[in-house]
């Protein structure tokens, strides 16, 4: 079949994990001190109709995608979740209030990802497996919430992110899917996706780095991973990323930067990326890597410094 008279060809036969942080724009660290939580409840929301275009645009492309939801967001809007399962997406969970991991304690940690998951299993009606920290808040100092995890009944994490950054990454992590292992228990590690270039390893995987950098940057870094590596990559996006219409918030000219840039280009982008590879939810792709949950994952080892 000729390009004309038929669709592309995906890039890669691999599949990649799509994955959507479901909060809305006012939850963003970046607005930290701007918005206090206690006035979250008089803001407009738009996060059900931002995810509710992501959901048709997954339906057109015929892709499933983990949905890591804020519990705030479930719970204010009850509908949600539902929606999003009989679409048949993965839901998993963003934690509860949207607070960075190394600002709480252990004991705050916990009752926020328990109260998160308690709520998000109650709506979905099946196990809530992964969990993403808000900002890929898990650090050197906060390797700790890795144990509350498993302790809590997950069985994935995606919060760390191998590169250096002024807010989050562990630069020496593994890049690829790893487990962790403590005294016979494990986690999967599912860490933002980078691709190698000398020394450094350059973000690849999505939100900011997709809006701001041109999309040839995020095509040639996964078609790199698919293709070089053989390995699967991670995207991550948030409904309020396609949303160019949002209110504007005061913040430094970083933090505007960083938030506003291209919002109105990034849906097009989205279905361009899409269009370019193939794509499943984060279960499918540690599925592909391991059988689940007892089997043991062919990838990098586990660093003890993690531990």
């Not at 015929?62 to 997406?89: N, Y």
Request: hydrophobic content about 40%; aromatic content about 12%.
């Amino acid at each position: 079949m000729t390009p004309a008279s038929g669709p592309a060809q995906p890039l890669s036969d691999i599949v990649n994990a799509m994955t959507i942080d479901v909060e809305d724009y006012f939850h963003v660290s970046v607005f930290d001190g701007v918005v206090p939580r206690a006035q979250w409840d008089r803001l407009e929301t738009r996060v059900c109709a931002n995810t509710e275009r992501l959901l048709a645009l997954f339906a057109e492309q015929k892709v499933q995608a983990t949905f890591f939801v804020l519990g705030w967001v479930a719970e204010h809007l009850p509908h949600l979740v539902p929606r999003i399962v009989a679409e048949g997406h993965e839901i998993a969970s963003h934690g509860y209030a949207h607070r960075l991991v190394y600002d709480q304690t252990p004991a705050a940690f916990r009752e926020d990802v328990r109260r998160s998951k308690q709520l998000l299993e109650q709506q979905g009606g099946a196990p809530v497996r992964g969990y993403r920290a808000p900002s890929y808040s898990v650090t050197p100092r906060s390797l700790w919430a890795l144990d509350i995890l498993i302790e809590e009944g997950y069985s994935y994490d995606s919060s760390i992110f191998p590169i250096r950054h002024d807010r989050y990454g562990i630069p020496q992590s593994p890049r690829h899917p790893f487990v962790l292992k403590r005294n016979g228990r494990t986690l999967i590690e599912m860490p933002g996706s980078t691709t190698r270039l000398g020394p450094l390893n350059l973000p690849i995987g999505g939100g900011g780095y997709f809006r701001i950098l041109p999309y040839a940057w995020t095509r040639w870094g996964i078609e790199r991973v698919n293709r070089l590596e053989g390995r699967p990559t991670i995207f991550y996006l948030h409904p309020w990323e396609i949303d160019p219409d949002q209110p504007i918030l005061r913040t430094s000219a970083l933090g505007r930067f960083r938030h506003y840039r291209n919002l109105r280009d990034t849906e097009q982008r989205l279905k361009r990326l899409l269009r370019d590879f193939r794509f499943g939810p984060m279960l499918s792709v540690a599925n592909s890597l391991t059988p689940w949950p007892d089997g043991a994952l062919q990838a990098e080892p586990a660093l003890p410094y993690l531990w």
